[in-house]
């Protein structure tokens, strides 16, 4: 008798229908699909915050080495040109002396020794902007004198942020908002502004 009862309650059960199994499937595409976009959105903030981080690093380290040549930053060292980021990227001028020099195509250059403070400043701004210039996809460090008569520096570092995408729009994204207007800089370029003052 047993083995009646169970030969019944076998063929009683029911299975899933196909539309059921479908539907889970949808919904777990949802999920999936959710996941991954939430994951690429997380990968691309990362990105922005290293080299958000980066650039810090980069503009405390010029305001450093400022403030460790405070002779050459009162003399009106430490000083870019005034230009657009268009114009000033990929332009440093070499210094004649202080050292082993790497230009921005990757050459070593082994330069004579300084003999003056102002010379070996301009050495070590040189050397920044070429750090600003390879940790980056179009890096720039800017130093921009404050106001006339003091020892105040306005250190910026640009980059060519990543495109991204704004919502899922098709629209890029402008990230040249914190980007002095004086600069010029194309919607994709973000910068790190600090101001020095010793």
Do not use: H
């Amino acid at each position: 008798m047993k083995f009646f009862t169970t030969y019944y309650r076998v063929l009683s059960a029911r299975g899933f229908l196909l539309l059921e199994v479908v539907f889970a499937v949808v919904i777990l595409s949802f999920t999936f699909l959710g996941i991954a976009m939430l994951l690429a959105k997380a990968s691309r903030e990362e990105r922005s915050a290293v080299f958000l981080s980066r650039s810090a690093i980069l503009a405390s380290d010029i305001a450093e080495r400022m403030r460790v040549d405070s002779a050459a930053l009162a003399a009106g060292g430490f000083i870019t040109p005034q230009g657009s980021y268009a114009t000033l990227t990929g332009t440093v001028v070499m210094p004649v002396c202080g050292g082993p020099y790497i230009t921005p195509p990757r050459t070593s250059v082994m330069l004579p020794v300084c003999s003056t403070a102002a010379a070996s400043a301009a050495y070590d701004f040189a050397v920044w902007q070429v750090q600003a210039q390879t940790s980056f996809t179009g890096g720039l460090g800017i130093v921009s004198a404050g106001a006339a008569g003091s020892n105040s520096r306005q250190i910026i570092v640009a980059w060519s942020e990543p495109v991204t995408d704004k919502n899922g729009t098709g629209i890029t994204a402008a990230v040249n908002a914190s980007c002095p207007a004086t600069l010029a800089a194309p919607p994709n370029v973000r910068c790190y502004t600090m101001d020095f003052r010793l």
